[in-house]
């Protein structure tokens, strides 16, 4: 499941993109609020948390709340080890949508 929505959200990143680039559309940071069908379960519930903005600023995940930096002092620039943009990209995600089932979890 985590493959099939990371597909979905990099297509979805594509038809942004190209939104953006060749027709000439103007997207202010943090105006959509992108949820994916496969995020919810077959009895509705929801397969990963979700952490909204000010939660993620408050622990620190992505960047440090003293300097706005994600270089040094947040929970990414300690744990990521990743070699790719990929992995990179995964673990970040991940981080920002961390799984609710303990099956995943363990």
């Known amino acids: 499941a985590l493959v ?31 949820r994916s069908v496969l995020s919810g379960g077959s009895n509705g519930n929801p397969k990963v948390m979700d952490i909204d903005r000010s939660t993620l600023l408050q622990l620190e995940l992505l960047t440090n709340a003293k300097t706005g930096k994600s270089k040094h002092g947040s929970l990414i620039s300690t744990i990521d080890c990743t070699r790719t943009t990929v992995g990179n990209r995964l673990l970040r995600s991940t981080i920002m949508a961390p799984p609710c089932r303990k099956d995943t979890i363990h």
Not at 6 to 20: M, N, P
């Open 4 to 34: 099939q929505e990371y597909i979905l959200l990099s297509s979805s990143h594509a038809v942004l993109h190209y939104t953006q680039k060749c027709l000439g559309l103007c997207l202010a940071k943090q105006c959509l609020d992108v």
